[in-house]
């Protein structure tokens, strides 16, 4: 969390508390896939262009896995960072292995936003280990995590990320194992969907090994703190309001 300190002249009236628990199982807390969809496929160059082409699937192991924390963590063994959700969450999810051979693996959830959501959001948090053979970008290893609107059948500008392996990215840094593996350990990002009220959206993420087959990726993913909004406490001598933010901001 970001907390930020000005001087306020006047009281100020509180931020809504959270008013609606998240969607049932988005955050693996069943310790299963119940309403989230799998699919498995590959990923090709066409050209310069990534392509990822995946189908259904039933939960295939090693390629979507459940995990239940620990009590200490385990640690990725080429990140070495806790693999334990940081929220306290009892469960994660692994998309995609250390297995080369141009896979790809994909996981989606459809979140229908309620016609009256107030200070609607999801805060997701995932941890990157890709091998990183130095090909051309549209070849390289790569996660996406995506908000597709379904009506329009447009995926939302502002919530679609795709993270390449490449250590000039923020936040990736070589594996200690291997200087040609780069990690990311666990980061937060805030998604609001106050905007999206009475629509279907489907979250979606995926992770692809290089197009040439020979180097892998895989992902962990968290999904949690949903419908929070800034919170403000006034303190009427001296007259200062304390603002502490939702993760999943860079700055503030």
Not at 112 to 140: C, K, L, M, W
Not at 151 to 170: G, H, Q
């Amino acid at each position: 969390k970001s907390v930020s300190q000005y001087s306020a002249p006047t009281n100020l009236r509180p931020a809504a508390a959270q008013a609606l628990a998240c969607p049932d199982n988005i955050g693996f807390e069943y310790g299963n896939f119940t309403n989230w969809s799998n699919y498995i496929g590959d990923v090709v160059a066409n050209g310069t262009t990534n392509v990822i082409t995946v189908n259904p699937s039933a939960p295939t192991p090693n390629r979507h896995v459940i995990y239940a924390a620990t009590n200490p963590s385990a640690l990725d063994p080429y990140g070495l960072f806790p693999i334990n959700p940081p929220d306290g969450s009892g469960f994660a999810l692994k998309l995609g292995n250390d297995v080369n051979g141009a896979e790809a693996e994909s996981v989606r959830y459809t979140i229908n936003v309620p016609a009256n959501a107030v200070d609607f959001s999801i805060t997701y948090r995932y941890a990157g280990v890709f091998q990183d053979p130095g090909h051309e970008r549209y070849e390289q290893p790569r996660f996406s995590a995506k908000i597709l609107d379904v009506a329009e059948n447009k995926y939302l500008n502002c919530a679609s990320w795709v993270f390449i392996s490449d250590d000039t990215i923020p936040g990736f840094y070589s594996s200690p194992i291997d200087n040609d593996i780069k990690c990311k350990a666990w980061t937060p990002v805030f998604i609001n969907l106050s905007a999206y009220a009475g629509k279907t959206l489907i979250l979606e993420f995926t992770t692809a090994d290089c197009t040439k087959g020979a180097h892998w990726g895989y992902t962990y993913v968290d999904v949690g703190d949903c419908n929070i909004a800034a919170g403000i406490q006034y303190q009427c001598n001296p007259n200062r309001a304390f603002m502490t933010g939702p993760p999943g901001f860079r700055i503030y």
